[in-house]
């Protein structure tokens, strides 16, 4: 068990609906990354937040944007859902990064599929 | 940005035997490589990573080695047993790039017992 986690674990959604995942960070991490995990893909990298401000962005569409709440949560939000959102949507959490990389923590996933 | 590529897509060993994934990278700037290892449905896992400033760190039956100048580094996995089969990623990050690791797409790793 990572300490990070992901709520919900399954998700199967219409195509053109809006879905919200959460995640909670380990305790004490700051900062909070999104992945997408596609078979043709690969693990991409959507955007990270640190102590509530979005600091990096990924390949992430229009159709989604994220926050990280005050206690430190963070929420996936994707819209208009396509078949090809169809994916396993992890969170990483990390200490802040400065000028030394630190290990992320991988939550357990949410596998979306949009029907 | 960064670009890495991972070979080979698929590895099939018997239990035993040493396993060698390679990857290289794009941007001489990346510094700090972790490898990951993902069994099927569940989260991957930092197994090992190496900083630009050694050529090779090892922790038990996993090694991993660097060459900066070439820019490439491998993930060594000596007597591999049927609890090693998974997908292992390897990533590359630098400071510039905010540490956000990009991924190699992957190795199936398959040990027979």
């Known amino acids: 068990d990572s300490g990070v986690t992901q709520t919900p674990k399954h998700l199967i959604t219409a195509t053109g609906q809006r879905v919200t995942l959460r995640c909670s960070p380990r305790?004490?991490?700051?900062?909070v990354y999104w992945y997408q995990q596609s078979l043709d893909q690969g693990l991409q990298f959507l955007i990270q937040y640190y102590n509530g401000e979005e600091r990096a962005k990924g390949n992430i569409l229009e159709r989604f944007s994220a926050q990280q709440f005050p206690d430190l949560h963070s929420e996936l939000n994707l819209s208009s859902l396509e078949l090809g959102d169809s994916a396993l949507y992890f969170c990483a959490s990390s200490v802040a990064p400065t000028v030394v990389a630190y290990e992320q923590y991988f939550g357990p996933g949410t596998r979306l599929t949009v029907t | 940005g960064e670009n890495v590529e991972q070979h080979p897509s698929t590895l099939s060993v018997q239990e035993g035997d040493s396993a060698v994934i390679k990857c290289t990278y794009s941007d001489s700037a990346s510094n700090y490589f972790p490898w990951y290892k993902q069994e099927l449905g569940k989260r991957p896992q930092l197994i090992i990573d190496i900083r630009s400033n050694v050529g090779e760190k090892k922790d038990q039956r996993i090694a991993v080695t660097l060459n900066k100048t070439a820019k490439h580094f491998s993930l060594h996995i000596t007597e591999t047993q049927p609890e090693d089969s998974a997908v292992y990623f390897c990533?590359?990050?630098?400071?510039?790039?905010?540490?956000?690791?990009?991924f190699g797409r992957g190795t199936s790793l398959i040990v027979h017992p």
């Open positions: 305790s004490g991490d700051l900062s």
């Open positions: 990533a590359a990050s630098s400071a510039g790039g905010s540490y956000i690791p990009t």
